[in-house]
Protein backbone atom coordinates (compact mmCIF):
# COMPACT_ATOMS: atom_id res chain seq x y z
CA UNK A 1 0.00 0.00 0.00
CA UNK A 2 1.28 3.38 -0.65
CA UNK A 3 2.03 5.90 2.01
CA UNK A 4 -0.67 8.16 0.84
CA UNK A 5 -3.37 5.46 0.63
CA UNK A 6 -2.05 4.35 3.93
CA UNK A 7 -2.64 7.78 5.34
CA UNK A 8 -5.68 8.13 4.10
CA UNK A 9 -7.08 4.92 5.67
CA UNK A 10 -5.79 5.48 8.76
CA UNK A 11 -7.15 9.51 9.48
CA UNK A 12 -10.58 7.73 7.99
CA UNK A 13 -10.36 5.15 10.51
CA UNK A 14 -9.15 7.20 13.26
CA UNK A 15 -12.17 10.09 12.14
CA UNK A 16 -14.98 6.68 12.22
CA UNK A 17 -13.85 5.65 15.68
CA UNK A 18 -13.88 9.59 16.54
CA UNK A 19 -17.34 10.02 15.22
CA UNK A 20 -18.75 6.46 16.56
CA UNK A 21 -17.55 7.45 20.27
CA UNK A 22 -18.78 10.82 19.98
CA UNK A 23 -22.58 9.38 18.98
CA UNK A 24 -22.43 6.73 21.68
CA UNK A 25 -21.40 9.58 24.08
CA UNK A 26 -23.84 12.50 22.54
CA UNK A 27 -26.52 12.65 25.25
CA UNK A 28 -24.07 13.50 28.20
CA UNK A 29 -23.21 16.79 25.78
CA UNK A 30 -19.15 17.03 27.68
CA UNK A 31 -17.33 14.98 24.41
CA UNK A 32 -16.88 17.60 21.58
CA UNK A 33 -14.19 16.88 18.32
CA UNK A 34 -12.16 19.89 17.23
CA UNK A 35 -11.37 19.53 13.46
CA UNK A 36 -8.20 20.92 13.55
CA UNK A 37 -6.67 18.11 10.90
CA UNK A 38 -9.74 19.21 8.60
CA UNK A 39 -9.21 22.89 9.26
CA UNK A 40 -5.66 22.49 8.22
CA UNK A 41 -5.77 19.89 5.10
CA UNK A 42 -9.05 21.33 3.73
CA UNK A 43 -9.11 25.37 4.61
CA UNK A 44 -5.35 26.39 3.81
CA UNK A 45 -2.99 25.67 0.00
CA UNK A 46 0.61 25.48 1.35
CA UNK A 47 0.13 24.14 5.05
CA UNK A 48 3.52 21.94 5.21
CA UNK A 49 6.84 22.80 6.56
CA UNK A 50 9.71 21.76 3.72
CA UNK A 51 9.57 18.20 5.38
CA UNK A 52 5.67 17.37 4.54
CA UNK A 53 4.91 16.22 7.96
CA UNK A 54 4.37 19.56 10.18
CA UNK A 55 2.20 22.17 9.63
CA UNK A 56 3.50 25.69 9.53
CA UNK A 57 3.38 27.77 12.67
CA UNK A 58 0.86 30.73 11.63
CA UNK A 59 -1.45 27.62 10.79
CA UNK A 60 -1.40 26.13 13.85
CA UNK A 61 -1.53 29.43 15.89
CA UNK A 62 -4.58 29.99 13.71
CA UNK A 63 -5.80 26.96 14.70
CA UNK A 64 -5.24 27.11 18.42
CA UNK A 65 -6.25 30.41 18.26
CA UNK A 66 -9.95 28.97 16.52
CA UNK A 67 -10.41 26.63 19.27
CA UNK A 68 -9.78 29.07 22.27
CA UNK A 69 -12.22 31.46 20.60
CA UNK A 70 -14.76 28.67 20.51
CA UNK A 71 -14.40 26.95 23.70
CA UNK A 72 -12.09 28.68 26.51
CA UNK A 73 -13.14 30.96 28.83
CA UNK A 74 -10.39 34.10 27.94
CA UNK A 75 -11.39 34.00 24.62
CA UNK A 76 -8.78 36.07 21.76
CA UNK A 77 -10.95 39.18 20.20
CA UNK A 78 -12.02 39.14 16.72
CA UNK A 79 -9.37 41.48 15.93
CA UNK A 80 -7.10 39.10 17.40
CA UNK A 81 -8.44 36.21 15.52
CA UNK A 82 -8.24 38.00 12.18
CA UNK A 83 -4.29 38.94 12.50
CA UNK A 84 -3.69 35.02 13.58
CA UNK A 85 -6.22 34.32 10.10
CA UNK A 86 -3.74 36.59 8.36
CA UNK A 87 -0.41 35.64 9.38
CA UNK A 88 -1.52 31.99 8.33
CA UNK A 89 -2.85 33.66 4.85
CA UNK A 90 0.47 35.22 4.44
CA UNK A 91 2.37 31.53 5.37
CA UNK A 92 -0.10 29.60 3.11
CA UNK A 93 0.46 31.76 0.20
CA UNK A 94 -2.87 32.95 0.25
CA UNK A 95 -2.11 36.82 0.64
CA UNK A 96 -0.08 37.34 -2.56
CA UNK A 97 3.73 38.66 -1.33
CA UNK A 98 2.66 41.82 -3.16
CA UNK A 99 -0.42 42.98 -0.98
CA UNK A 100 1.93 42.02 1.70
CA UNK A 101 4.39 44.16 0.33
CA UNK A 102 2.18 47.29 0.26
CA UNK A 103 0.68 46.77 3.46
CA UNK A 104 3.97 46.55 5.55
CA UNK A 105 5.29 50.28 3.15
CA UNK A 106 1.93 50.98 4.02
CA UNK A 107 1.23 51.76 0.74
CA UNK A 108 -2.66 52.10 0.72
CA UNK A 109 -3.23 53.27 -2.95
CA UNK A 110 -1.34 50.02 -4.50
CA UNK A 111 -3.36 47.89 -2.05
CA UNK A 112 -6.20 49.94 -2.85
CA UNK A 113 -5.86 48.88 -6.60
CA UNK A 114 -5.29 45.41 -5.69
CA UNK A 115 -8.39 44.97 -3.54
CA UNK A 116 -10.77 46.53 -6.10
CA UNK A 117 -9.64 43.82 -8.67
CA UNK A 118 -10.65 41.37 -6.65
CA UNK A 119 -14.04 42.76 -6.13
CA UNK A 120 -14.49 43.04 -10.12
CA UNK A 121 -13.43 39.09 -10.52
CA UNK A 122 -16.02 38.40 -7.22
CA UNK A 123 -13.87 38.02 -4.55
CA UNK A 124 -14.93 40.66 -2.10
CA UNK A 125 -15.26 38.92 0.75
CA UNK A 126 -11.26 38.03 1.05
CA UNK A 127 -11.12 41.37 -0.03
CA UNK A 128 -13.10 43.23 2.78
CA UNK A 129 -10.90 40.75 4.85
CA UNK A 130 -7.21 41.70 3.74
CA UNK A 131 -8.84 45.03 3.31
CA UNK A 132 -9.50 45.22 7.75
CA UNK A 133 -6.54 43.46 8.40
CA UNK A 134 -4.70 46.23 6.68
CA UNK A 135 -6.07 48.69 8.31
CA UNK A 136 -5.23 47.06 11.64
CA UNK A 137 -2.03 46.51 10.62
CA UNK A 138 -1.70 49.88 9.36
CA UNK A 139 -2.88 51.31 12.81
CA UNK A 140 -1.04 49.31 14.88
CA UNK A 141 2.14 50.65 13.15
CA UNK A 142 0.82 54.23 13.82
CA UNK A 143 0.59 53.80 17.33
CA UNK A 144 3.44 52.13 18.09
Known sequence: MSCL??????????RVAI???LQENASDGFLHYWPSYEIVTDCFVDKWTSD???V???ILDYVMTAFEAAWCQNRPSDKELRAKLYEARVADGTI?????????????????RILESWRKIDQSA????VDQCASEILEGKSAA
Open 5 to 14: TANAVSKASL
Open 52 to 54: RRH
Open 19 to 21: DSV
Open 96 to 112: PRAVRNFIEAGNRDGLK
Open 56 to 58: KRP
Open 126 to 129: FADF
